[in-house]
């Protein structure tokens, strides 16, 4: 079994847990120099601010709706994440950083230890231990541990934990799941399967093995397989770096010094 750590509106939530005030109000990060919208907290998805929207096309919104905005602080957000990945380390011996607010972790071993149980003693731990809301996905394969994680995340009746264990709660997930939400399915692939009327993950996993070989290649047939509880995709483990990189574009076309100084400054600091 693989578990899927997830951490609710990251630079949000970072943002919240020094200013507790900000708790039930819309919160929007931004990039840098103030570029674009890179997190937002839910009540700011329900005003409907989309993700990367300039921060001057929402400048009557962010007013009239009294959204607080920050600029993105990414030593702050590292130092939070290095946190969360911590805390997961005590529970499990295997993990692979995913990225900035997610891991994967293996539960081999696991068999005779209730998982539920296992898995909302973590996430009580998580938030307790760094503030920072988590979901947490737990299913046979990596895949459909996300899966899991995005119902985990919607559907708080799961109290952030959802485990995906029998071929019922498989199917029953994957018939909710909509294809361009299945990890591993890009934009333009979700386009093409739409196309053929697969809307649904389920739908994905009905057709042939050689069918979706021929339509999306090895990789597609091995989230398929993935889907269908086939284990294809394994943990990533940790190797030593050539070197490290930390970069992001500027929003806009940069004349002054500083604050292209700040930024490197910044990034060199998380790297």
């Keep these: 079994m693989f578990g899927l750590l997830d951490c609710n509106n990251f630079y949000a939530s970072c943002e919240r847990v020094f200013n507790p005030l900000l708790n039930g109000k819309p919160v929007v990060v931004l990039s840098n120099n103030d570029g674009c919208v890179i997190a937002r907290s839910t009540e700011a998805k329900a005003l409907g601010i989309p993700m990367g929207e300039p921060a001057y096309k929402l400048k009557d919104l962010i007013e009239s709706k009294q959204v607080h905005v920050f600029s993105s602080n990414y030593v702050l957000y590292g130092d939070m994440s290095h946190r969360v990945m911590t805390t997961i380390a005590l529970f499990t011996p295997e993990m692979e950083i995913?990225?900035?607010?997610?891991?994967?972790?293996?539960?081999?071993?696991?068999?005779?230890?209730d998982l539920k149980e296992f898995g909302e003693k973590l996430v009580r731990t998580t938030i307790r231990n760094t503030g920072i809301p988590v979901s947490l996905g737990i299913a046979p394969t990596k895949t459909l541990a996300k899966a899991a994680n995005r119902f985990a995340k919607k559907?708080?009746?799961?109290?952030?934990?959802?485990?995906?264990?029998?071929?019922?709660?498989?199917?029953?997930?994957?018939?909710?799941?909509?294809?361009?939400d299945v990890w591993g399915i890009g934009r333009q692939y979700s386009k093409k399967l739409q196309y053929y009327s697969i809307n649904t993950a389920w739908d994905f996993t009905q057709r042939s093995k050689s069918w979706v070989r021929h339509t999306m290649g090895v990789t597609g047939e091995r989230t398929w397989m993935e889907l269908k509880g086939i284990p294809c995709i394994e943990m990533d483990r940790p190797t030593s770096k050539k070197s490290i990189c930390t970069s992001r574009s500027f929003g806009e076309k940069l004349t002054e010094l500083a604050p292209v100084s700040e930024a490197v400054s910044n990034f060199a600091a998380r790297s």
């Design 98 to 113: 995913y990225s900035i607010d997610e891991a994967f972790f293996l539960l081999d071993g696991f068999e005779n230890i």
């Design 155 to 180: 559907y708080k009746n799961y109290k952030g934990v959802c485990i995906i264990d029998t071929d019922e709660k498989r199917e029953k997930a994957l018939k909710l799941l909509e294809i361009g």
